[in-house]
């Protein structure tokens, strides 16, 4: 008896529609990404029973769609951008519309299977909301204030008044990151662990919490390679090209960067480790990314002992 071929579905998630491809059989058609649209969408794939849905990360408008394919019992993966764009190229697409991005995700999940999805639970969802929106506040009020420098005298008051009131609203997103994570019993205990480190504030520690849910779980490698910190190979032959870091998930690397600046200047540990790099004569950015690297290797340690942070942790880096 043949068995049934094994279906793969890719869906092009843009904001006011989803274009979808089907292996092997060819089939495409899209639907609006409004609630009837996924509602045609979930019948439809429920009918072919499909081994993996594939969609990319756009910014937010997959995650109704993919919200409502897990709820229907469908294997949705999301994946990144940069993941697939590679893959296209790889495969000879070179062109990029809306068509062959759903042709390209569905080739992907059948030749690369990548894991289902899983959903962070309401709460971890609202503080990950907090965290993005926080970072966000951020990033406007740096660019404010680097216009300030240069405004003339005239659009300066303008700008002094939203940064006042972009700086209120980062106070306020702080406090309710505080709020959020003393509601919780088990986010209460990992952000004391978290914070027992020297140079780990509250906004390293929601981030941590919100967006590394798998730190105590891993090996000291792979939270390294998760977070991004993790040095890869450039070799080829006899030729042994430099190191350098790539990958892993930005929002994460970016609060522990400055979460190790102030590392570097309070926790006894972080910096000898880094005085000790450079006296070897490291460039001052190895040094820190190998920091880096310790202090995210000493969080994960942390987390997985369920033990506070002590001086002169014995924690490889």
């Known amino acids: 008896m043949a068995k049934t071929p094994k279906t793969f579905v ?22 609006p ?14 009918a072919l029973a499909p081994t993996r849905v594939v969609l990319e990360a756009s910014g937010g408008y997959e995650a109704t769609v ?27 697409r070179l062109a990029k519309t809306d068509r062959v991005d759903a042709d390209v995700l569905a080739l992907f999940g ?6 289902v999805t899983q959903l962070p639970d309401e ?33 300066r008051p303008g700008i002094r008044a939203h940064l006042e009131w972009l700086r209120s609203q980062r106070n306020g997103l702080d406090k309710q990151l505080r709020s959020a994570l003393r509601a919780c019993e088990s986010w209460r205990e990992l952000d004391r662990l978290l914070q027992s480190v020297p140079g780990v504030g509250p906004v390293m520690s929601a981030t941590v919490i919100a967006k590394l849910p798998e730190i105590g779980t891993l090996d000291r490698r792979q939270i ?12 080829s032959g006899q030729y042994r090209g430099s190191r350098s870091v790539w990958g892993g998930r930005g929002g994460v690397r ?28 490291k460039k001052p950015k190895v040094a820190l990314t190998a920091c880096m690297r310790k202090l995210i290797t000493i969080l994960n340690a942390i ?15």
């Open 66 to 92: 993919t919200a409502e394919l897990l709820a229907a019992g469908l294997p949705a993966s999301v994946i990144n951008p940069r993941h697939s764009r590679h893959f296209a190229q790889a495969t000879g």
């Open 33 to 46: 990404n409004t609630e009837d649209g996924i509602a045609e969408l979930l019948n439809r794939l429920k």
């Open 254 to 281: 970016h609060v522990l960067y400055m979460a190790t600046l102030s590392a570097i200047r309070h926790n006894p540990d972080i910096r000898q480790f880094y005085q000790r790099l450079l006296a070897a004569g």
């Open 224 to 235: 390294a390679s998760l977070t991004g910190v993790a040095p890869f190979s450039r070799d």
């Open 10 to 31: 890719g869906i092009d998630v843009s904001k006011n529609s989803l274009h979808v491809a089907v292996r092997p059989d060819g089939t495409r058609w899209s639907v």
């Open 123 to 155: 709460a971890t969802q609202e503080l990950l909301a907090l965290v993005n929106r926080r970072r966000q506040i951020v990033a406007m009020i740096t660019a404010e204030s680097n216009r300030l420098a240069t405004a003339s005298e005239r659009i």
């Open 303 to 317: 987390v997985r002992d369920r033990t506070p942070w002590q001086p002169r942790a014995a924690v490889p880096a």
């Open 110 to 115: 059948e030749a690369i299977m990548p894991p």
